[in-house]
């Protein structure tokens, strides 16, 4: 069988269904979860900030009449003044850990890029700044990846090409890369909202992502974890045929054929869970978003990139994340 060619990374999700949807998510979802300041558009100034006296000329809606009549002076008014609204700052974190290379047919960093490309074109229809920060993806961090137009889209999307088909060694295994997010506290403004697009089972030794996660939970801001879930259609392909274990680091299995039953498939489940009820306590703070359910794959040995293409076109409106993120950026 000839070889596949790389993973298609334009989302099947188009933009036509998308605007569709979020039209039908305003008038039907809760306002909730990246906060009330996605509501704001671009010129407004929502937040009040103090009485000052009123200047003839100025807008007379700022007025505060009550105020104004307690001066006693028939021509003392007094108007509000408000902070200067900045425009929303989108972050998306893209977690590039070799394990999101994986399963090979329909890798968890290609379902990755394309989350990203839905939250990112419903930010910039909104006029919202975007970054997007590879996190975990080498020896040496990556750059934050400025989005405001289709140039710096094909940028990200040509970074995400490059680590798929990155050569592997065996040592690469064994290696835990730093999450590399110094450089986002910079956009780190009162009106960010974060989103990590992860399977949720990485390494934090030295607590360099909880740090960043609790920071970015601060001053009201919102931390989304949106949880690509393919150990269902994993657990399928060892239960479809015996199978070899693969040589990682120093661990060599040799030939031996294994098969999957209901005890190892039960510990693996459970050792699954374990980690992200870890990650979660880690990271727990007031702003954090994580839905129970994640985007799972479906529970289907032959699955492959032409079903996972129609998959996530079902998938994606019915995602818990989809409706708390999409509704409120309008």
Same mark, same amino acid.
């Given at each position: 069988?000839?070889?596949?060619?790389?993973?298609?990374?334009?989302?099947?999700?188009?933009?036509?269904?998308?605007?569709?949807? /979020?039209?039908?998510?305003?008038k039907?979802?809760?306002? !909730?979860?990246?906060?009330?300041?996605?509501?704001?558009?671009?010129?407004?100034?929502?937040?009040?900030?103090? +009485?000052? &006296? +009123?200047?003839?000329?100025?807008?007379?809606?700022?007025?505060?009449?009550?105020?104004?009549?307690?001066?006693?002076?028939?021509w003392?008014?007094?108007?509000k003044?408000?902070?200067?609204?900045?425009?929303?700052?989108?972050?998306?974190?893209?977690?590039?850990?070799?394990?999101?290379?994986?399963?090979?047919?329909?890798?968890?960093?290609g379902v990755?890029?394309?989350?990203?490309?839905?939250? *990112?074109?419903?930010?910039?229809?909104?006029?919202? /700044?975007?970054?997007?920060?590879p996190?975990?993806?080498?020896?040496?961090?990556?750059?934050? *990846?400025?989005? &405001?137009?289709?140039?710096?889209?094909?940028?990200?999307?040509?970074?995400?090409?490059?680590?798929?088909?990155?050569?592997?060694?065996?040592?690469?295994?064994?290696r835990?890369?730093?999450?590399?997010?110094?450089?986002?506290?910079?956009?780190?403004?009162?009106?960010? !909202?974060?989103?990590?697009?992860?399977?949720?089972?990485?390494?934090?030794?030295?607590?360099?992502?909880?740090?960043?996660?609790?920071?970015a939970?601060?001053?009201?801001?919102?931390?989304?974890?949106?949880?690509?879930?393919?150990?269902? +259609?994993?657990?399928?392909?060892?239960?479809?045929?015996?199978?070899?274990?693969?040589?990682?680091?120093?661990?060599?299995?040799? &030939?031996?054929?294994?098969?999957?039953?209901? !005890?190892?498939?039960?510990?693996?489940?459970?050792?699954?869970?374990?980690?992200?009820? &870890?990650?979660?306590?880690?990271?727990?703070?007031?702003?954090?978003?994580?839905?129970k359910?994640?985007?799972?794959?479906?529970?289907?040995?032959?699955?492959?990139?032409?079903?996972a293409?129609?998959?996530?076109?079902n998938?994606?409106?019915?995602?818990?994340?989809?409706?708390?993120?999409?509704?409120?950026?309008?």
């Amino acid at each position: 069988m000839a070889k596949e060619g790389p993973f298609p990374l334009l989302s099947p999700f188009s933009g036509a269904a998308l605007r569709r949807l /979020r039209l039908k998510l305003r008038k039907a979802a809760p306002t !909730a979860g990246l906060g009330a300041h996605l509501h704001r558009r671009m010129g407004q100034s929502l937040e009040f900030r103090e +009485y000052r &006296d +009123y200047n003839f000329g100025e807008d007379i809606r700022k007025v505060d009449w009550s105020a104004s009549a307690r001066q006693g002076q028939k021509w003392d008014f007094v108007s509000k003044s408000f902070e200067a609204e900045e425009r929303r700052t989108l972050i998306i974190l893209l977690d590039c850990r070799l394990a999101m290379r994986l399963p090979e047919k329909v890798p968890k960093l290609g379902v990755a890029v394309w989350i990203a490309q839905t939250l *990112i074109t419903a930010a910039l229809e909104e006029q919202d /700044r975007v970054v997007v920060m590879p996190v975990f993806s080498g020896a040496t961090p990556a750059r934050p *990846i400025r989005i &405001d137009g289709a140039k710096s889209l094909a940028a990200m999307t040509a970074f995400v090409a490059e680590v798929l088909n990155r050569p592997v060694i065996q040592d690469d295994w064994n290696r835990v890369p730093p999450a590399g997010l110094s450089p986002l506290r910079t956009f780190l403004k009162p009106s960010a !909202a974060v989103v990590m697009i992860t399977d949720a089972l990485f390494d934090d030794p030295n607590s360099e992502f909880a740090s960043f996660a609790r920071l970015a939970q601060k001053n009201f801001r919102t931390f989304h974890i949106v949880e690509i879930d393919s150990w269902p +259609y994993e657990q399928a392909l060892l239960q479809a045929k015996p199978f070899r274990l693969q040589s990682i680091g120093e661990a060599v299995f040799g &030939d031996q054929l294994c098969e999957a039953d209901d !005890a190892y498939l039960k510990e693996a489940t459970d050792q699954l869970h374990a980690r992200r009820r &870890d990650i979660r306590a880690r990271v727990s703070g007031p702003g954090l978003v994580w839905p129970k359910e994640g985007m799972r794959y479906p529970v289907d040995p032959v699955f492959d990139r032409a079903a996972a293409q129609n998959w996530f076109r079902n998938a994606l409106p019915q995602a818990p994340f989809f409706a708390s993120l999409l509704s409120r950026a309008g």
